[in-house]
Each structure stands twice: as C-alpha cells, then as structure tokens.
C-alpha cells in the first residue's frame, strides 16, 4: 500500500493537534524507504560509513583508465608539485569529507520532496534521464563559475581560494580535489542542489549527475588527459591550477568561453605546466 510522502495531522486523545508520521516514503524505484524520525548514533554511522565509502569508490573509478593505460599523462614541471600535505591540508580534505554527508542528506531531502523529480522506473526516458544532463550542467556551472571566480577577487581569495591553490600541478586525484577551504566545497556541492530543482527530472539523472560529477573532478586533479568532446577536457582545470585568472567551470567551459575567461591547454604563450 503507498504511503503519503508527506507528514499529516491528527488530533490525540486530549484533543490536541499532533503530527503523524508514516513510518515509510515512497514507493520510489517499486521500494519504499524507511523514515528515521530519531537518529541514533548507529544511524548516523551507518549514513556516513554509506556516503563516504561510496564516494571514494567512485572517486577511484577515475583511476581504472590510468592503470589499463587508456589516458595520455601530462607534461608538468616537478617544482611546482605541492610534495608533502600538511596537517592543515588533512584537517580540510576531512572536514569536507564530512560535509560529504550532510550533503548528501539533504540531497536525498530534497530529491523526496520535489514534485518535479520522478522516480518510477517506467517514468524513466531519454529525455529525463540523458537530455536532462545539459540543462542541469550548464545551471550547475554557471553558478559555480561565478562563485569560483568570486573567489578570485583580491579582497577574498587570500582567505579561503588561496589554499586550495598550493598546488599548482594537481596529480592526487580525489584528495587534491577535497583540499580546500570548507566553505569553498560546502558551497561548490550545494550548488547541485538547483540544477536538481530547477530542471524536471528522472532519479537516473540525479546519481547519474553526481556519480559522473566525483569521478570528473577526481580526473580534474590528476595529471592525465581525459576528454568527453565538445563537453569536458581535464586539462581545462589544470590550466587553472597553472594560470589562476582561467577557466572556472567545473564540469565545462561554456561561461568561460561566454565570458572571455577561457585559456587552452594547447596556448603556448602563457603555459605554467
């Protein structure tokens, strides 16, 4: 029997107002799933232990092309390789693992409270599933590229972009990736949050976004060459981390390119690499 995503309100027997819970939500994807109205402690572990061994699995998805050797490495100058993370660097990479968590919650949140996003599996089409994926990443950038940018202004940069830019030849993948300053990732990660809200979709879309999403920033802070054409190139990033004052999209560089803050990989002429 289907249960109301929603709380309803009853009345107890003193005759006021109380609000009951359903004890599941859904049914979504044909199961339904259990609603926590009181973590415990075991609850939130469990969440947690969930959220972050899944994100370092497909944060090492990244690394299957580079031991069947199916990536090309970059050419970088070993003097400029942030060597050896500091305990500063370590406290970052995880609190911002953590915040990984909260995120995620939240995430699901609202993934459950959307009208607009289905998740039925016989509602599952191209158009929601695969054609939803350009809005979404041209929302999510667009967003991001500003705020990244933003970030690059002098009155801001020393206190919180600066460190994230120590490194100036990324090759850690996923821990370059998390090392920087908390308020920079927990913004950068709840900016997801409206392309999910503002483009109607699948659920398919949704993992299919954020899955995709670890594993392209993971490659963003390695020193190989990954390229999905006319979309996505690694070493768009890597011309950041090298040059500073370029590229700011994450995922694509198409507010970049709008905004006359694109750099190639191939320019010669300021190549820091």
């Given amino acids: 029997m289907a249960m109301a995503r929603h709380a309803y309100t009853g009345v107890d027997g003193a005759g006021t107002s109380a609000v009951q819970l359903p004890e599941f939500v859904g049914p979504y994807l044909e199961m339904y799933f ?16 969930i959220v972050i061994l899944g994100a370092d699995f497909l ?20 003097r400029l390789h942030y060597d050896k993370l500091s305990a500063l660097d370590w406290f970052y990479i995880a609190v911002n693992r953590i915040s990984v968590v909260a995120f ?47 970030l690059h202004w002098k009155s801001v940069y020393p206190y919180i972009h600066k460190h994230h830019h120590k490194q100036v030849t990324p090759t850690r993948g996923s821990l370059d990736a998390f090392n920087v300053h908390p308020i920079e990732f927990v913004v950068g990660e ?5 392309a999910f809200y503002f483009v109607p979709c699948h659920i398919f879309a949704v ?17 190989y060459y990954a390229c999905i054409p006319g979309l996505y190139d690694s070493r768009d990033h890597a011309v950041h981390h090298a040059r500073f004052m370029y590229n700011f999209g994450q995922y694509t560089m198409f507010w970049d390119k709008l905004w006359g803050w694109y750099k190639s990989y191939d320019d010669k002429a300021g190549k820091r690499i």
Avoid at 61 to 72: D, E, G, H, M, S
Avoid at 118 to 147: H, K, Q, R
Avoid at 207 to 223: E, K, Q, Y
Wanted: include cysteine; charge should be negative; charged fraction near 10%.
């Fill in 104 to 150: 995620t919650y939240h995430l699901f949140r609202l993934l459950t409270l959307t009208p607009s996003i289905s998740w039925e599996a016989d509602d599952a089409t191209f158009s929601n599933c695969i054609l939803v994926l350009f809005p979404m990443v041209m929302i999510f950038d667009f967003f991001y590229s500003a705020f990244h940018w933003f």
């Fill in 190 to 194: 709840y900016i997801h949050l409206l």
């Fill in 59 to 78: 944060a090492g998805l990244a690394w299957i092309p580079v031991q069947l050797n199916c990536l090309r490495k970059l050419e970088r100058n070993p």
């Fill in 207 to 223: 993992l299919i976004l954020m899955m995709s999403g670890t594993v392209l920033a993971t490659l963003n802070h390695m020193d």
């Fill in 34 to 49: 259990k609603q926590i109205h009181h973590w415990e402690a075991y609850h939130v572990a469990a969440f947690a232990a």
